[in-house]
């Protein structure tokens, strides 16, 4: 069975703080596609980042970072010196074949 | 910009109407899809549809029917609304990539439904 898990329900921080979010991922597939996306107060899904099975490198764009582990079936994201304005709750997605699956999303807040 | 659209923000029904939520996308996307959003829940896929008059039924049809007639338009039918299907439904697009690789899904804003 395929299957997200981000087991943190809701992170608060102090502006200017870093901070990871934990996703976990299930599938017996080889080739898999995993996916963040941030859904701001707004309410309108936005996409991150997208990462192959094949491919566990790890990523960084500005001050977002991606740490892929197949190892653990992982695949944590870290905001740096995080702002206001990321405070939003952030999905992590599993795709294989032909079907999505996402978590149950983390919300962020960031107190200034 | 991708743009998907969605017929209403809002959407009040009674138990028991047919509801209609619409979807448009203006970026010629084979890939639409339907979620339905409930807290602790997540998203979970009800349908999507790979191309006009396909479907296929995602985690949680039961209840929901789509409709596919054009490429740009992807429809989600609650034949008879009951108070259960209360929830946000969002709207997708993508595209299919070499390989048979989805992009990354585009999103509408949303339409909050409430079923008395």
């Known amino acids: 069975a395929q299957k997200v898990t981000q087991a943190q329900t809701e992170i608060s921080v102090v502006e200017k703080e870093d901070v990871t979010l934990d996703c976990v991922y299930e599938?017996?597939?080889?080739?898999?596609?995993l996916f963040w996306y941030k859904q701001p107060p707004s309410g309108e899904l936005v996409f991150l980042i997208r990462?192959?099975?094949?491919?566990?490198q790890n990523e960084i764009s500005g001050r977002y970072s991606w740490n892929f582990q197949k190892s653990t079936s992982s695949f944590n994201f870290t905001i740096t010196a995080s702002q206001v304005v990321d405070s939003a709750v952030y999905f992590c997605?599993?795709?294989?074949?032909?079907?999505?699956?996402f978590g149950t999303g983390t919300s962020l807040t960031v107190i200034p | 910009d991708v743009k998907v659209t969605q017929s209403s923000r809002y959407l009040v029904k009674r138990t028991g109407e047919k509801v209609f939520l619409e979807c448009v996308q203006d970026?010629?996307?084979?890939?639409m899809f339907w979620y339905r959003q409930d807290p602790g829940l997540g998203l979970r896929l009800i349908y999507f549809s790979y191309d006009v008059k396909m479907k296929e039924k995602g985690d949680i049809p039961e209840g929901y029917s789509v409709s596919r007639e054009k490429k740009e338009r992807f429809s989600l039918i609650l034949e008879s609304a009951s108070t259960n299907q209360t929830s946000m439904y969002l709207c997708?697009?993508?595209?299919?990539?070499?390989?048979?690789?989805?992009?990354?899904?585009?999103f509408g804003p949303g339409t909050r439904l409430t079923v008395l």
């Open positions: 970026m010629d996307h084979e890939n």
């Open positions: 599938t017996r597939d080889t080739t898999y596609y």
């Open positions: 990462r192959n099975s094949f491919d566990e």
């Open positions: 997605a599993l795709n294989t074949g032909n079907q999505f699956y």
């Open positions: 997708a697009s993508s595209l299919w990539l070499a390989g048979g690789v989805y992009n990354e899904q585009f």
